[in-house]
């Protein structure tokens, strides 16, 4: 059997039910700490709820975290790396970071770590770590921040000094599965500074806290240690081995929060969940000694000389049942597993990622590959349960019932998913979701088909159809990109998995209902939509009351809305030529776009001497007022676009005639769906598209002008036009400013670190490209645009998208220099040869330079790359 084969038989495997090899991955979370879940204060205020000094101490009512960990799928064990320096006053078991009223650009993880592999099915796994050898500059990092502006840049760690002299201990971890429950585990430690120093590393296995809430004297698990191993017995589980090298000393405690410590009352244990960092940082007597308890660690002190380095062999292990498994092969049996399976996904990724990319390209793919397998995470979210409280613990307060989320009682959550920042945004986002799952489906297209139908199940869609948005207000709306992630989806697994396509359709025709029903106040097929995800793109925020009465009508929402239908248009004709009662829906969605394109236009959306799309506000009196911001919002009706081919309307006469009956009997529709022409195979197909060809070149004159929109790194979200000439209104009483900034928000009215005035976002652009190809696949070379405007050169739109994706993509390689644009200025993150191959995915990118900015691990959205490359490449 070739070696790239072996992962695509576990996956099948998988997929089928006869092998779980999903059923252990990297889903424990990097931060339980200032989410949602728990959160039970009186205003929501999720990150003031208690200090991160606080985590240590807590056991957490939903679920776990830890550094470079593992669980099962329900999160019933966990297993994590913690380590100490010998100088921290706490032990590193857990990644710092300051909350969003800590930031002075809101929420920002503080340390450095990446995720550099990982197969689909987590047969195969690496996890990067660099650790200070000097006191971790908890204090310093805080103060400085809070002192800084929004017009300052972060203090990170790297400015601290911490790390010169590469005073730094580098950790890694791989991870191998034997089976699907039988994972070697390598943990390697590299001594990089100048002197001979100590590391304390603590495997831990712990199980999650489920005893402590709701039914009172549920069976609690147990986990007894023994020279070099671990041992854990647990209910549903039955028996669970962690085994180390001989001899190693085992320290035990109970995963149950330190009431003593924390307000001062006596807690349930005498040995609580921070008893082994008491124990090693001050010698305390906080571990149980007759080694038994819910939490358990091996004790490894670890001491190299300058550039030494030492690898920790572990195995994970569950029995059979209650039956303890005997000792386990640390010998040769673990290396062949290790060099199995790090051979194997060697060969898998081979085969997906095309031979034409450049090696530097192919690591991109790679890392961001494993970003995405690394984000996956348990998700469990009872939203009654937390709005009411549990049997025996303090009620919430009262205005819990009226406040966040008071709305999605019927939710509840308890599933693996994809999250967009193990860190940063530990919780899941709809439409950030759909965008995950287009790269995930280049490697793992049966977990990509099932995490969009989940969010379309009935526990978590709401009644009304609504698609929860994420957890901080499931009722914000999120743009409707799951139907086109799940044609995507269904063209990326060979376009031949019908039940998928019909499953996630009738849900969505729900979904698009609540959208007609809710955010089309006039009824007159524009659309408001509010927030729709793009923060600070606006004058004011969309998503709260209006400065003034009225109605905020949105170009975007709009577009989306009319991608939308076109969409299922296409779902709906896939699925009519498999089976004509889907027809009918065809025959809606044709219509429905026609209604809303046509709308977008006669209701003042479209200003022609502008050459754009404008948000305008529909005052009570009738009167319109167009915000004329140049931002992502007027480009976003490029992505409504799609083709009808003749050999497709001779298949479904009934749409057919539909369409002709609509062009010769409802002439205001002409212009949306009247372009025909012959393809490059000589079959006629007929455009679909907001724009026609006279708006699609005046629209690109804007979005390719370096001036404006185009970047060297993709397109800006805001016009640079802006930076000179900002955008204001004035509404009741008070001015209102958009401006462009390149980089982080100098503005705290949307809260967090989320900007888009400016900075390149991955999505939009993937979105705009995804356009400009279907533009290109209709007027072949025969449209020709300007590119970049101004520079008198004319290229075919197949060019320009192209052209678009290099830009894009060479955000992640280094260039002539041996720079990396997403790394900036930071010389060490730029040349250092321990630092500068190891690839993060930012959440944007700063609309001049290209550095990365926001959230540093949100390989979700970003990780469109992977496809970008791919697709390129092929």
């Given amino acids: 059997m070739r070696l790239g084969v072996a992962e695509r038989l576990r996956l099948a495997q998988a997929d089928s039910g006869e092998q779980p090899w999903r059923s252990w991955g990297p889903y424990l979370a990097e931060r339980a700490w200032g989410t949602v879940r728990e959160d039970y204060s009186e205003h929501g205020t999720a990150w003031d709820y208690f200090p991160h000094d606080h985590a240590r101490s807590r056991a957490y009512r939903w679920n776990d975290d830890g550094m470079g960990g593992i669980c099962d799928d329900r999160q019933t064990f966990c297993f994590a790396l913690g380590l100490w320096n010998g100088k921290d006053p706490i032990l590193k078991e857990r990644m710092f970071g300051l909350g969003g009223d800590g930031g002075n650009h809101g929420e920002d993880a503080k340390d450095y770590w990446w995720y550099q592999d990982s197969t689909p099915t987590h047969s195969w796994m690496r996890w990067r770590y660099h650790y200070p050898q000097d006191e971790f500059p908890y204090d310093e990092l805080v103060r400085v921040n809070g002192a800084r502006s929004r017009e300052q840049t972060e203090y990170e760690l790297i400015d601290t000094g911490v790390f010169d002299e590469d005073r730094f201990w580098a950790v890694t971890v791989d991870y191998a599965k034997a ?51 671990l041992a854990g017995w647990h209910r549903t589980l039955g028996s669970l081995v962690l085994e180390g090298e001989a001899g190693a000393p085992t320290l035990l405690c109970d995963n149950e929060t330190n009431a003593q410590r924390l307000w001062g009352q006596p807690g349930t244990s005498m040995f609580p969940k921070d008893g082994i960092n008491d124990h090693v940082i001050a010698g305390a007597p906080t571990v149980n000694p007759a080694n038994v308890g819910t939490k358990g660690s091996l004790h490894y002190q670890v001491t190299l000389g300058p550039g030494e380095t030492r690898t920790l062999r572990l195995r994970l292990t569950q029995g059979e049942g209650f039956d303890v498994p005997a000792d386990l092969d640390l010998g040769a049996g673990w290396e062949s597993v290790m060099r199995d399976r790090g051979s194997e996904a060697d060969a898998f990724f081979a085969e997906v990622i095309p031979p034409e990319a450049s090696a530097e390209e192919a690591a991109v793919a790679r890392q961001g590959i494993a970003g995405l397998m690394w984000g996956k995470q348990f998700y469990h979210f009872d939203v009654k349960q937390w709005l009411t409280g549990d049997q025996g613990s303090s009620p919430p307060p009262p205005g819990r019932r009226y406040g966040r989320n008071n709305a999605w009682w019927h939710m509840n959550s308890f599933d693996v998913i994809s999250m967009p920042d193990p860190w940063e945004y530990p919780w899941y986002a709809a439409w950030d979701l759909a965008f995950h799952c287009v790269s995930i489906a280049r490697v793992d297209p049966g977990f990509a088909k099932a995490q969009l139908l989940l969010l379309l199940r009935e526990w978590y869609m709401h009644p009304n159809g609504q698609i929860p948005a994420y957890e901080w207000a499931f009722g914000d709306v999120n743009p409707p990109v799951h139907a086109w992630a799940a ?39 524009v659309f408001e939509g509010g927030f729709l995800g793009l923060d600070n793109v606006g004058p004011f925020d969309r998503s709260a009351a209006l400065p003034v009465a009225g109605v905020l009508e949105q170009s975007d929402g709009t577009g989306w809305m009319a991608m939308y239908a076109l969409n299922l248009l296409d779902m709906a004709i896939r699925l009519a030529l498999h089976d004509r009662t889907y027809e009918d829906m065809a025959t809606k969605f044709f219509e429905h776009f026609a209604y809303i394109a046509e709308a977008a236009y006669r209701q003042g959306l479209w200003d022609d001497e502008d050459c754009f799309f404008y948000d305008q506000l529909r005052l009570p009196d009738g009167h319109k007022l167009p915000l004329k911001v140049r931002s992502i919002v007027g ?46 195979e000589g079959r006629q197909q007929r455009l679909l598209s907001m724009v026609g060809q006279d708006q699609l070149l005046r629209i ?159 390989t979700g959205w970003t990780a469109l790359v992977v496809d970008l490359i791919l697709t390129l490449r092929r």
């Fill in 635 to 680: 480009l976003l009706p490029l992505a409504a676009t799609t083709r009808l081919t003749a050999a497709t309307l001779n298949r479904l006469p009934g749409l057919a005639a539909r369409v002709r009956w609509l062009q010769h009997s409802q002439m205001e529709y002409a212009d949306v769906i009247s372009a025909r022409r012959l393809s490059a």
């Fill in 487 to 525: 044609l995507r989806v269904f063209e990326i697994d060979g376009g031949r998995d019908f039940d998928f396509l019909a499953r996630v359709m009738h849900k969505l025709l729900l979904n698009f209902t609540w959208w007609v029903n809710r955010k089309d106040v006039g009824g007159n097929n």
């Fill in 179 to 229: 089976t699907p429950k039988d994972m070697c585990i390598a943990v390697t430690v590299s001594n990089r500074g100048p002197e001979s120093a100590t590391l304390h590393v603590l495997p831990t296995l712990w199980f999650r806290n489920t005893w402590s809430w709701g039914a009172p004297n549920r069976p609690k698990p147990t986990i007894a240690g023994e020279p070099g191993r």
């Fill in 700 to 858: 690109l004159a804007r979005m390719l002008d370096p001036e404006e929109f185009l970047s060297e790194y993709g397109i800006r979200t805001l016009s640079r036009a802006h930076l000179e000439k900002p955008f204001t209104v004035s509404l009741g009483g008070s001015d209102f400013t958009v401006g462009y900034e390149p980089a982080e928000s100098t503005s705290g009215l949307f809260g967090g670190n989320s900007n888009w005035r400016g900075p390149v976002w991955m999505p939009v652009n993937y979105l705009l490209i995804e356009a400009l190809r279907e533009y290109a696949a209709f007027f072949g070379d025969d449209l020709m645009a300007e590119y970049p405007t101004g520079s008198q050169q004319k290229v075919p739109l197949s060019e320009v998208a192209n052209d678009l994706s290099r830009r894009l993509i060479s955000l992640f390689v280094p260039d002539a220099a041996g720079h990396r644009p997403i790394y900036g200025a930071n010389e060490t993150l730029q040349k250092h040869p321990d630092w500068k191959d190891l690839i993060v995915f930012p959440e944007y990118f700063h609309g001049d330079n290209g550095a990365g900015l926001g959230a540093w691990h949100q």
